[in-house]
């Protein structure tokens, strides 16, 4: 090894350090309060109680990651600790998704530059700060990735010559993919509606060929036999014990006043991904093309009025943003082939400099000290919640009511009965129209009267229930203000109100 292929390694390795390890240990102090429903379900599911929100109640799907369900019971059972088997996984997810997008620019890429793709993935804020929050978006998208190259390459598209990825044969590639699709959409509700699409897009490609060689048929087939022999018997059984279609979650947040927010969020950052995409297919359509960009499109689609709380950064489109990048890097081959001979040997490096300077004024990025700074406040919030349990604690009795909206680490680590007033956890909600769903939530808590009612604000500002509440409760005599909790200044202050009925 000569001294500057030497200094290339050295430099590789010091990128890679940071991307992938100095990166992850300034953001790992940050875990979504989301991320503890899931437990919930997988404490009581492991203790034999049931795949339950609360103990001796009907079932409800208040979570919508059901393989994350799963590992968290697992974990239980074994005796490890949960929170970082899933934050875990998140790492585990983002290492695999970054080996995907490379496996996926392979197709038109050298080895160098299909790093690229990976940098502008690696280097997007949002990525970095969903992978250790505990959630089960980077597993998601590295079961897409390797589902969609598997895919690619069972259907019979080559690597770039010189590659050497593929250890199985690629007539197994079919099966493999049904199995990671069926994986995918035990991850996420809406992977079912990417394994039709991609399907789909694979029945429609080489279609001449395909009649004439039965064996891509046969590999179709197969592909969609594995994820049904999988998918199906899930969906069966929590149709039976849940009786939705949907989970909860979706029913709740999927159809919001918030129409087009998240759309013109992803599209604010994404569009010029987008247009180089649209330009590497504009100069030379293929159908190929097709499986990266349109996942990206039936996001936009699926979730064009969906709620955007705990979705900050973009965090339901990065499936789709993952795949979008090699076909985006694609165009921005095909941008500079117009103006410059792809055979000149310094084509390469002007693909690299304009790479990072794409990378420079679209990516939005921070640095290790912005990502400690992101964490203080998300910390300070598990802290204040601790704060509200060792309350609870002293001033409740087994079988108590509580009135939440703020539903994470505060039922996962306490026995009451927790009554979800922003509606994930709650099915009594979404089993009536959505309009003035939160008032009438409102109107039966204050005939109910449970015994604690907990409201969680954030700058003073409520969700939607607890406006309400917070309305009826302050002149309603049977309740008292018994503690507030705060973290916070003035302008950036989270807080919570405890009123507890009188005996």
């Known amino acids: 090894m000569n001294k500057k292929t030497m200094v290339l390694w050295g430099i590789l390795t010091l990128i890679a350090v940071y991307l992938l390890v100095l990166q992850i240990l300034a953001v790992w102090a940050f875990t979504v309060d989301d991320m503890y429903i899931p437990l919930r379900y997988a404490h009581h599911w492991a203790e034999g109680q049931g795949l339950v929100w609360n103990i001796n109640e009907l079932p409800v799907e208040g979570y919508s990651n059901f393989l994350f369900v799963l590992l968290a019971t697992g974990a239980i059972r074994l005796g490890l600790d949960p929170v970082w088997i899933l934050k875990g996984a998140g790492v585990l997810g983002l290492y695999a998704t970054t080996w995907g997008v490379y496996c996926l620019s392979r197709f038109w890429f050298s080895r160098r530059l299909s790093l690229i793709p990976c940098l502008w993935l690696l280097l997007y804020k949002g990525q970095i700060m969903w992978t250790a929050s505990g959630l089960e978006t980077t597993v998601y998208q590295a079961l897409l990735c390797f589902s969609l190259y598997c895919l690619l390459r069972a259907i019979g598209y080559p690597l770039l010559p010189g590659s050497n990825l593929d250890l199985i044969q690629p007539s197994s590639y079919f099966m493999i993919s049904g199995l990671l699709l069926a994986l995918a959409s035990l991850t996420r509700p809406e992977a079912p509606f990417l394994v039709g699409l991609f399907l789909l897009i694979a029945c429609c490609d080489r279609l001449p060929d395909a009649v004439q060689n039965r064996a891509k048929w046969r590999g179709l087939l197969s592909t969609l036999g594995i ?55 504009w100069r030379a359509p293929r159908w190929m093309y097709a499986y990266f960009i349109l996942p990206g499109l039936l996001y936009l689609l699926l979730l064009v009025a969906a709620d955007p709380v705990s979705s900050f950064d973009n965090r339901l489109f990065l499936p789709g943003f993952a795949l979008l990048l090699p076909l985006s890097f694609l165009g921005l081959k095909t941008l500079l082939a117009m103006a410059m001979n792809p055979e000149d040997d310094n084509f390469s490096l002007m693909l690299f400099a304009i790479a990072m300077l794409c990378l420079l004024l679209f990516v939005p990025m921070k640095n290790l000290m912005q990502y400690d700074y992101f964490t203080l406040m998300p910390t300070s919030g598990e802290q204040l919640r601790g704060r509200v349990l060792a309350w609870l604690n002293t001033n409740t009795r087994v079988g108590d009511s509580v009135v939440l909206s703020d539903s994470g680490l505060i039922p996962y680590k306490s026995r009451l009965r927790y009554l979800d007033s922003y509606c994930l956890n709650n099915r009594a909600m979404t089993e009536q129209p959505g309009k003035g769903m939160y008032e009438r939530f409102c109107a039966q808590m204050m005939l109910q009267k449970p015994e604690v009612l907990i409201l969680a604000s954030f700058q003073d500002i409520y969700s939607p229930a607890d406006v309400c509440l917070h309305g009826a409760v302050k002149n309603n005599p049977d309740y008292q203000l018994r503690a507030s909790y705060a973290v916070g200044d003035n302008h950036d202050s989270y807080r919570y109100d405890i009123y507890q009925r009188k005996l």
């Open 227 to 281: 994820f049904c022999l999988i998918y199906i018997p899930y969906f069966i059984w929590r149709w039976v014990y849940f009786g939705r279609l949907f989970p909860n979650p979706v029913y709740c947040k999927g159809l919001s006043e918030s129409w087009f927010e998240q759309d013109a969020n992803y599209l604010k950052m994404a569009w010029p991904f987008l247009l180089l995409a649209l330009i590497a297919i």
